[in-house]
Nanobody, 129 residues
Framework: QVQLVESGGGLVQAGDSLRLSCAAS????????MGWFRRAPGKSRECVAA????????NYADSVEGRFTISRDNAKNTVYLQMNSLKPEDTAVYFC??????????????????????WGQGTSVTVSS
């Protein structure tokens, strides 16, 4: 059973940076495509960034393009989300997700929630103005 545990959230001011981490266990991390999603208050969950299982291709939501960077360290079974120039509208609970059969397919980046089988519990990010 794949388990994902996020960390690194907190309360910051606008313009600050945070790095979220998501540690995976219980499976073969190098075979997973990974994504970071967020759910802002009163809104539905959305994908902000995703990375393929090789760590070569990434994709971002327009709202975070140029500010957020997704990366992975397969040796540490961890995916990261570096968030710079944070804005109050980035306030949300951030979740990581894993698509565990991705390595069986052509390398791809997945931005839809329905593509992912495994989810973490989330870490809260609050950005004050």
């Amino acid at each position: 059973q794949v388990q994902l545990v996020e960390s690194g959230g907190g309360l910051v001011q606008a313009g600050d940076s945070l790095r979220l981490s998501c540690a995976a266990s219980g499976g073969t991390f190098g075979n997973y495509a990974m994504g970071w999603f967020r759910r802002a208050p009163g809104k539905s969950r959305e994908c902000v960034a995703a990375i393929d299982w090789r760590g070569r291709d990434t994709n971002y939501a327009d709202s975070v393009e140029g500010r957020f960077t997704i990366s992975r360290d397969n040796a540490k079974n961890t995916v990261y989300l570096q968030m710079n120039s944070l804005k109050p509208e980035d306030t949300a609970v951030y979740f990581c997700a894993a698509k565990s059969d991705a390595a069986l397919l052509s390398p791809a980046v997945y931005m839809r929630q329905s593509e992912y089988q495994h989810w973490g519990q989330g870490t809260s990010v609050t950005v004050s103005s």
